[in-house]
């Protein structure tokens, strides 16, 4: 009957459910896959061993989160020697319902989810997009003071955050020093506009048409400051276009709730100075959500 559960209300074939943990909050299925043949050659009587062990997180029974612990093997075919780690074919199922996924413009990132995620639409969160700019911010000012004498140095002296920080945020007598540097220092000033500027798309763009539109004369006006690092900020505007505006394609989605997620993570790591025991650790992340730790953090 249960086997015929995991058909039903997971779409998982070809598993035989074994037994059943219960928890106050969730349900654990152990599950085993009924049979095994060669990847590569289809011989069905290639050898098993166990490798590892996936928890893996199906949809909910009821008010109770479940969870399905499959054994993982590595399958040794004695008819044409391969050898391969057992994938979990119910999986790839899983995979085709993203349809979305927000997340910064690393390299690795991007790569992994158009191997994996082939189809899904990417997402770049904007508030990765606005600290980039605010890095190409920063660069400027290191550059800009080593090129000063130590008089003028002295009027940068301790202002780094004054540039970084959002131009709403500052006290009047803030934007006014704000006002004064840029008019001083150019090329840092003509940084500081158009890192607002960029801001300011965030804000006023209503659909990914007026965005598109606005971050293309961006770039436009980044290449007429012959700035190198605005140059090189626009340059990657204009790879990552698509993605970009897909932000407003999808109801402003971003990544802050993994962000908060991965920050609970690391404070969890932090209070036993680190966990010896990998499972334990694993159902130590899986009640987080039920943990108070506002105040820890």
């Known amino acids: 009957m249960s086997t015929s559960l995991l058909y039903h209300t997971q779409c998982i074939r070809n598993y035989q459910y074994e037994s059943s943990e219960y928890g106050d909050s969730e349900v654990i299925w152990n599950i085993r896959r009924k049979s095994f043949c060669c990847d ?25 989160h479940f969870f ?13 020697k391969n050898i391969t780690t057992e994938q979990l074919p119910f999986l790839s199922s899983l995979k085709a319902k993203i349809s979305t996924v927000a997340m910064d413009m690393s390299k690795t990132y991007i ?31 290191r550059r800009t003071v080593k090129e000063l004498d130590e008089e003028q140095k002295a009027l940068l002296k301790n202002q780094r955050f004054l540039f970084l920080r959002n131009v709403e945020d500052l006290e009047a007598d803030a934007k006014q020093l704000l006002d004064n540097l840029r008019k001083v220092f150019k090329e840092l000033g003509d940084a500081s506009m158009m890192k607002e500027a960029l ?10 048409f007026q965005a598109e539109t606005a971050f293309k004369n961006w770039c436009s006006i980044a290449r007429q400051t012959e700035i190198k690092e605005l140059i090189d900020m626009a340059k990657t505007i204009e790879n990552n276009l698509e993605g970009i505006t897909a932000y407003w394609k999808t109801n402003a989605l971003s990544n802050a709730g993994m962000e908060g997620f991965n920050n609970k993570v690391r404070w969890l790591i932090r209070q036993p100075y680190g966990f010896r025991d990998k499972d334990y650790f694993i159902l130590k992340i899986y009640n987080l959500p039920n943990t108070k730790i506002e105040a820890a953090i």
Request: hydrophobic share 35%; net charge positive; charged share 25%.
């Open 111 to 141: 790569s992994w989810v158009e191997e994996n995620l082939p189809n899904a639409q990417k997402v770049f969160d904007h508030f990765h997009l606005i600290k980039l700019m605010n890095d190409k911010l920063d660069k400027i000012r």
């Open 199 to 208: 801001r300011s798309i965030y804000h006023m763009a209503g659909n990914n």
């Open 40 to 64: 590569k050659c289809g011989y069905p009587g290639a050898s098993i061993s166990v490798s590892g062990e996936r928890l893996i997180k199906g949809e909910k029974i009821g008010n109770k």
């Open 68 to 80: 399905l612990r499959v054994p993982v093997h590595r399958i040794y075919c004695s008819e044409c």
